[in-house]
């Protein structure tokens, strides 16, 4: 072979050779990754203790179209506030299903031990690009409990900017719920029923509809360090008692025993709750991510008002410490609440509702979670990565809760809530 | 507190020009560890336990809830 | 990653990259992929992968499943191809007319009396001979996507299969990202494109004779192919056959390089351009410098 330039020769016939349609990728054999976990949490005092199973499980379909479904079970047993509080005398109550009684001892907190519920939770998102900086993500939620049915539709629309470093969502989110209490829906601040009467009730089920709006931005900062910041504003329409709970009717707000003379003698001088129909919250959540030389840092605040009244201000921070092959993650988290406006101890007769039953006030509970209130929370989470993508975590958390119940007379506060959280986690592909 | 938040947002996007990194540059963003949401179930949990105990819910998306738990 | 693990690919996160590595062409096979995600390099990974193992499985000629096992098999009885083995055959036989015999895609027989072991068994003249029947693409009948062979004759794609393999890992990567992916089929390389910001891909090259001393590629797109192995040759009488042969005599090509590689736009350009090289012995240095192309002879 003479010495001679075949580089154009070459050429040409490697691009014949190669000229054929690109070879479709073969389309993605996409793989579930999926997370699944146990949660039992268990309150002090024979209060709530639940389990919870749940699995998650999300595949890319190729094209940046991602599915995504969830399935949570949540048994629940325990004893739950009914609202009332220790007297110094026994209270006797009727049971939500509206059957029995139930007599709890002076000096003690009313708690409702027939609480039962089961819950089943389905969810599904639907990712789906629009183009290389956009996409939608639809969502789609249903649960179900014997008293309560939920069913919600979301859409989150996402835009990138600045070589991806920004992102801007806009979601939306519809919930229409129906509640079934167990033995009717209570007539508003009219009395508790005595067992088996049948009376002060309004129809079985009500509904409430939820309407959320957010908007956020995130926010790569370096390459280290990642924010989020979301508006919020979330509109609830409806129903929104809690249909199990009671206010005390007093006529002596300094004893704060039932009222002795409330109607007729065969009454109990308890009444249910009335909250607004109609309820406006305002939540501003920030989010920050930082990596440090090894470990990751997790914090964010939540700043929340609502035209009940109620502002609160959350902290969450969690240190992921790395070691050599796993990890461990502490968690605090700090949350501090003031009361809703129409949060009160009990009612007293004559100013707050009439003896003829009437209501000269709008609104009132004594739901502890509607209190001025704090929860601390102390977590450790130990992850270990188990080869290919699977990670097994165990979880766990305290929880302490107290109600400032300034004011209240000596004996009555809300006790505190301790609660201990366990939680495992097994993800993996699939 | 609608004005301070639109003044953060605000800022927050004019921001956006100085930040940011270019594409080879996410490696450590690109982590599990380094997500806004890095463990999807202890934030599932999370959200439902506190719905159920506190007044206060949201903030990370929208939906969620749906529980008679509240 | 259970498709990863089923087909025992290996992915990992690199500084600012994704690395994947796998096993095939009794190579060991590399993707480095600027990708920010997993999951996108999982599904890059798992393409190439696919692409390559399908490569190997129709083209090699240790099986006998394939459409070179029917060719080498069809006793002088003509075998339809398909468009793919079609147009590798056709890229052969530009390459026969181009290198004036030396590139030849029926030599494989050659490996029958040449085992290039690191031994002195440089084969007796006649056997090298008797090969020769058996040898030259001048005597195969390739018209209409049809091949007629004479019995006894074989052909062997080996000689481009693995740039080809490469080439084409290349275009499904580009089909699936625009970010820059770099696929390294056991020193037979080529990128998609060029990385963001003006880095390279470096690459690891053995430089023969220097204690395996590792040199770098820095390779910003485009391709590199390495032909020559420093541990195939024959040694006699203070003579070094390499394993390289010319198909004309049946006989290892004097004084070639131990290494050539070459950079080009494709690894199938690349590579032909060194086994070329290689071909022409001492000459390997003079006919790169004429190509006008970029190489480094060991």
Not at chain 1, 45 to 74: K, M, N, S, W, Y
Not at chain 1, 346 to 370: C, E, F, K, P, Q
Not at chain 3, 147 to 157: N, V, Y
């Amino acid at each position: 072979m003479q010495l001679k330039k075949i580089k154009g020769q070459m050429a040409v016939a490697t691009c014949a050779l190669l000229q054929a349609a690109s070879p479709a990728a073969n389309a993605a054999e996409a793989e579930w990754d999926v997370d699944t976990s146990l949660l039992y949490y268990s309150e002090a005092d024979g209060r709530v203790q639940a389990a919870e199973p749940a699995i998650h499980a999300g595949r890319d379909l190729g094209d940046d179209e991602r599915i995504d479904f969830r399935v949570v079970f949540d048994a629940l047993t325990g004893a739950t506030p009914n609202g009332g509080y220790a007297t110094s005398a026994a209270q006797t109550f009727t049971t939500p299903s509206g059957d029995s009684t139930y007599v709890t001892a002076a000096g003690d907190s009313p708690l409702d031990d027939t609480f039962r519920d089961a819950r089943v939770s389905l969810g599904a998102d639907w990712t789906m690009s629009l183009d290389r900086m956009s996409k939608v993500v639809w969502g789609a939620s249903l649960s179900g409990e014997i008293d309560y049915i939920s069913m919600g539709l979301t859409a989150a629309y996402s835009q990138d900017f600045n070589n991806r470093n920004t992102t801007l969502t806009a979601s939306l989110g519809f919930n229409n719920d129906i509640i079934n209490p167990y033995d009717g829906v209570p007539i508003e601040f009219s009395p508790m029923r005595v067992a088996n009467t049948g009376i002060n009730r309004d129809g079985d089920s009500e509904t409430k509809t939820i309407t959320d709006f957010m908007i956020g931005v995130t926010q790569v900062v370096n390459r280290k360090t990642l924010i989020q910041l979301n508006l919020s504003l979330s509109l609830v329409d409806g129903y929104q008692n809690d249909p199990y709970k009671i206010m005390t009717v007093v006529d002596d707000p300094v004893t704060g025993l039932p009222a002795s003379s409330f109607l007729t003698a065969d009454d109990l001088s308890y009444v249910y709750e009335k909250r607004p129909d109609s309820r406006q919250k305002n939540i501003l959540f920030f989010k920050a991510v930082h990596h440090l030389e090894e470990d990751v840092i997790n914090f964010s605040y939540r700043y929340y008002s609502d035209d009940w009244g109620i502002k609160s201000h959350t902290l969450d921070l969690k240190y992921r410490y790395e070691l050599a092959n796993s990890y461990l993650q502490p968690h605090v988290r700090y949350y501090t609440q003031d009361a809703a406006d129409f949060y009160r101890h009990n009612l007293v007769l004559g100013t707050d509702i009439d003896t003829a039953g009437n209501a000269l006030i709008d609104y009132a509970s004594h739901d502890y979670r509607l209190a001025e209130l704090d929860t601390v929370t102390l977590g450790l989470k130990y992850g270990i990565p188990m080869g290919d993508d699977s990670e097994f975590s165990v979880r766990g958390e305290v929880i302490s809760q107290s109600v400032n119940d300034s004011g209240v007379p000596a004996g009555q506060e809300t006790p505190d809530l301790d609660a201990l959280m366990l939680q495992v986690n097994y993800s993996f592909l699939w | 507190m609608k004005r301070i938040a639109t003044v953060i947002l605000l800022m927050a996007l004019a921001g956006c020009s100085s930040m940011g990194v270019e594409p080879w540059e996410r490696d450590l963003l690109a982590k599990d560890s380094m997500q806004l949401v890095p463990d999807y179930f202890d934030n599932f949990y999370d959200e439902h336990i506190y719905f159920s105990k506190e007044a206060s819910s949201g903030g990370q998306g929208v939906g969620g809830g749906g529980c008679g738990c509240n | 990653m259970k498709n990863l693990k089923t087909k025992s690919l290996k992915l990992r996160h690199e500084a600012n990259y994704w690395q994947g590595s796998f096993s095939a062409m009794a190579s060991p096979c590399e993707v480095l992929m600027e990708v920010k995600d997993r999951a996108m390099a999982a599904r890059i990974l798992e393409a190439v992968a696919d692409e390559a193992r399908r490569i190997e499985q129709k083209f090699s000629r240790y099986r006998d499943d394939n459409i070179i096992y029917k060719i080498n098999n069809a006793k002088g009885q003509p075998v339809s191809v398909d468009d793919e083995t079609a147009r590798l055959i056709d890229f052969s036989d530009r390459l026969y007319q181009m290198s004036e015999g030396l590139f030849d895609i029926t030599s494989g027989v050659l490996r029958k009396v040449w085992k290039f072991d690191g031994s002195d068994k440089v084969p007796e003249f006649l056997a090298v001979s008797a090969m020769l029947d058996k040898i030259g693409w001048t005597k195969v009948q390739w018209k209409d996507q049809t091949l007629t062979m004479p019995e006894g004759m074989e052909i062997d794609l080996g000689g481009v299969g693995k740039e080809y393999a490469v080439d084409r890992c290349v275009q499904i990567a580009r089909s699936l990202t625009d970010e820059s992916v770099l696929v390294n089929f056991g020193g037979d390389l080529a990128t998609t494109g060029e990385r963001r910001n003006k880095l390279c891909w470096s690459v690891g090259r053995l430089i023969t004779g220097k204690d395996n001393a590792v040199a770098l590629f820095k390779l910003y797109r485009g391709a590199i192919a390495t032909s020559g192995d420093a541990h195939r040759y024959l040694l006699k009488d203070g003579v070094r056959y390499s394993h390289v042969l010319n198909p004309k005599t049946g006989w290892s090509v004097p004084d070639a390089p131990h290494t050539v590689s070459v950079a080009a736009p494709t690894c199938v350009e690349a590579g032909m351009m060194s086994t070329l090289a290689m071909l022409q012995g001492e000459k390997a240095r003079a006919f790169l410098e004429l190509q006008e192309v970029d190489f480094w002879v060991d």
